[in-house]
């Protein structure tokens, strides 16, 4: 099945420590998203990148990280400098026919210990 | 500059009576409008999609929505609740062919369900 998968489903992070949270796609997308997501709020766009080797910062990028070295993969990295990196973490794909229609998901919650 | 506002943050009704979950819009060119549902500790599902074709849109799970340029909404509609349809709703507005820092979506709706 096509689809995208995070891991891990959880992720705890102790202070000061950086953490990766993974995503990768099988739906031979060209672009793909990190969001944010806190109670009570829609999605914030924190990275996204529209083909390998090249990203863009979203709104709320600082303390985090990406990389695109493959197509299928766009992992995230949370940062020490990120203070308040709580939240559950959706990650989505889009083909380039239609960059508009978003994928997403089942998303990583992120607590701090 | 594009908004879009979910009047509701919380709508709750019965098993069987009929579904309105409000969402507003504000963009300046011809939006393509979309809803999305999500279960809890869920990624987000895409309901349905208006990108200019028939104003009245019909999605998954028997959910609906209508496009109405002059009141700028796009309400999603379900004749009759069914207990698996609590979960949260997210209205997202985008300028038709832009990219994905223009996609702006809405604080969401709990929808809950009573037996």
């Known amino acids: 099945d096509g689809g995208i998968t995070q891991s891990p489903k959880y992720l705890f992070r102790k202070e000061g420590q950086n953490v990766t949270l993974s995503c990768e796609q099988n739906l031979n997308h ?13 999605l914030r766009l924190i990275y996204y990148s529209q083909i390998v080797n090249d990203f863009q910062k979203g709104d709320i990028a600082e303390g985090y990280s990406v990389s695109r070295e493959k197509k299928e993969s766009f992992p995230l990295t949370v940062t020490s400098a990120q203070k308040n990196p709580t939240a559950f973490y959706l990650c989505a794909s889009t083909h380039a026919s239609d960059q508009e229609t978003q994928y997403f998901g089942p998303g990583t919650r992120l607590l701090v210990l | 500059a594009q908004s879009v506002t979910q009047l509701d943050s919380h709508v709750s009704v019965s098993e069987g009576t ?5 969402c507003n819009y504000s963009s300046s060119y011809s939006p393509s409008l979309f809803w999305y549902v999500q279960h809890p500790n ?16 019909k999605g998954i799970n028997g959910f609906e929505a209508e496009f109405k340029k002059s009141e700028t909404s796009f309400h999603l509609t379900k004749p009759s609740a069914h207990m698996s349809d609590a979960a949260e709703y997210f209205c997202v507005v985008s300028d038709q062919g832009s990219s994905a820092s223009k996609i702006i979506f809405g604080s969401g709706t709990r929808l809950s369900i009573r037996p």
């Open chain 1, 30 to 42: 060209d672009a793909m998203y990190w969001y944010r997501q806190d109670p009570g709020q829609g």
């Open chain 2, 18 to 22: 009929p579904v309105l979950l409000r």
């Open chain 2, 42 to 57: 869920k990624g987000l599902q895409l309901l349905l999609k208006y990108t200019s074709a028939a104003t009245l849109v």
